[in-house]
């Protein structure tokens, strides 16, 4: 990775009114991106490992990754512009035509972090967007202490 970038984990995916806040972060921040309801659905049943009737939209990517030798290896949130975090995908290929291909894909950040958490692959945030967002950590530990009303149904750890 060329530049200089954080490891994170999905800390918690928290409902509201407008969608999910999901908590990203390690030891010393956690921050908050907001993202659709349905999405942080997803993001919970497959850190959950919730058997499904059906493929979601995410297993039917990573099925077609997988029958074209891809996987994702890991996801960047590499940017934050007026509002909104930026991620990227980066997939590694091998097969019996290529030795191995690194191919990076623009993404909504809440896919990418569903896809990571689908094929249980690293998250990590750009240094710079990391140095400028808040520390929500005091608000996670508000909202996970017992008996809160908003405790949050998900968590990765």
């Not at 808040?134 to 990765?156: C, H, R, S, V």
Request: with cysteine; glycine share 6%.
């Amino acid at each position: 990775m060329s530049k200089s970038v954080v490891p994170v984990q999905i800390k918690a995916l928290i409902p509201t009114n407008a969608g999910t806040a999901v908590f990203l972060g390690n030891d010393e921040k956690v921050f908050t991106i907001y993202i659709d309801q349905s999405i942080g659905n997803a993001i919970g049943i497959y850190l959950n490992r919730v058997e499904k009737e059906r493929p979601l939209t995410h297993d039917l990517i990573a099925s077609i990754l997988t029958a074209l030798g891809a996987k994702v290896e890991r996801v960047v949130i590499n940017d934050f512009k007026s509002g909104i975090y930026y991620g990227r995908l980066i997939v590694t290929a091998e097969n019996e035509l290529q030795q191995r291909k690194i191919v990076e894909i623009d993404a909504r950040t809440s896919d990418c972090m569903a896809m990571a958490a689908l094929q249980k692959s690293p998250i990590y945030v750009n240094q710079t967007v990391w140095d400028e967002v808040e520390d929500m950590t005091p608000l996670l530990e508000k909202l996970q202490k017992p008996g809160q009303e908003n405790e949050p149904p998900t968590e990765a750890e």
